[in-house]
């Protein structure tokens, strides 16, 4: 899984963008290895990842472990304990994800859902822009296609995803988003 968290609260000035990637085994929750890309409190989230990973914590683990919060330092979820939220949103089965390479699913219908300027400052090629507040105006449109959705970094992705799939509408939320997409591409 991959995400893009700030280093803490939002609401305190400063904040920078961390991307973190987790390897794990999607049945048995093993942990195998991760990678943190960013400026302050990168290190601190690799320290707590490298722990994990030497206690034999499971990645569905990492959402109860008790970090430290302080607004300058950290958000109330640490960016570990979201790794955690996402891996185990993706074992339970709550979550369909696919990888920034695979977004071209043959015959799926590709959402954009963020907002309107989000979508013209750059998106997916072949997305169609459908702003997470108004998927419900479009369930009737989207029923009976194989949809992929995304945002950001994910997470209004995967809240489009919960959505459309509690309609009966198959649905896959792109992994980190569109972020994440941006990344490969370079690659």
């Known amino acids: 899984v991959h995400t893009h968290p700030s280093s803490h609260a939002g609401y305190y000035p400063g904040a920078e963008q961390i991307h973190l ?43 109860d472990l008790p970090l430290a919060y302080a607004p300058p330092f950290s958000s109330a979820k640490d960016p570990v304990n979201m790794l955690g939220y996402v891996a185990g949103n993706i074992m339970d089965g709550l979550s369909k994800t696919i990888q920034w390479h695979e977004v071209d699913r043959e015959g799926a219908l590709l959402i954009d859902v963020r907002e309107p300027h989000e979508f013209a400052a750059g998106t997916i090629p072949g997305a169609r822009n459908i702003p997470l507040p108004n998927l419900r105006d479009h369930i009737d449109e989207l029923r009976g296609h194989a949809v992929t959705v995304f945002c950001q970094v994910g997470v209004r992705g995967h809240n489009a995803a919960m959505l459309l799939n509690g309609e009966g509408i198959d649905t896959v939320n792109v992994d980190g988003g569109y972020l994440t997409w941006v990344a490969g591409q370079r690659a």
């Open 21 to 63: 990637k987790l390897l794990f085994d999607l049945e048995s929750g093993q942990i195998y290895g991760a990678q943190a890309v960013g400026g302050s409190g990168t290190d601190k989230r690799i320290d707590v990842l490298a722990t994990a990973l030497h206690a034999d914590l499971r990645a569905y683990d990492l959402a």
